[in-house]
């Protein structure tokens, strides 16, 4: 990450095809389904792109470019038209929503250790 050069924020040396498709999703505010939905593919096979654990076939690029409102050269390689860098506040809220999360995996844990240590009781 790179704050000093926004330009470089989603470059292709620091985020790859899928970070680049979550970041502009996320930015035009749809959610994995209803991007998935938009190209009439199934939600596991968008996820899988997302995950950079597979790659849209080349017209699909297309329609997401367009539908992500972000260059197909900036979808590709990070270059071009695209997002910039996060600014302090999105940064700031990105921070708060991964500190809810880790307090409520965090309350998650408790429980499931409390259950076991129950069944663990039982056992005995």
């Not at 389904?33 to 009439?40: D, K, P, Q, S, T």
């Not at 997302?50 to 367009?66: C, F, T, W, Y």
């Not at 995996?105 to 009781?121: D, F, G, P, S």
């Given at each position: 990450?790179?704050?000093?050069d926004p330009e470089l924020w989603f470059s292709d040396a620091i985020a ?109």
């Amino acid at each position: 990450m790179n704050a000093e050069d926004p330009e470089l924020w989603f470059s292709d040396a620091i985020a790859t095809f899928g970070d680049r498709l979550a970041a502009a999703r996320e930015a035009a505010g749809l959610t994995e389904a209803a991007a998935a939905a938009a190209l009439g593919v199934a939600p596991a096979t968008y996820d899988g792109w997302e995950k950079d654990a597979a790659m849209p076939r080349a017209n699909q690029v297309h329609i997401l470019s367009g539908i992500l409102g972000v260059s197909l050269t900036w979808l590709l390689t990070g270059e071009g038209p695209g997002l910039s860098g996060p600014d302090d506040a999105h940064a700031e809220a990105a921070i708060a929503r991964l500190t809810e999360d880790l307090a409520e995996t965090q309350a998650r844990m408790q429980l499931l250790e409390a259950r076991v240590r129950q069944m663990m009781m039982r056992l005995e």
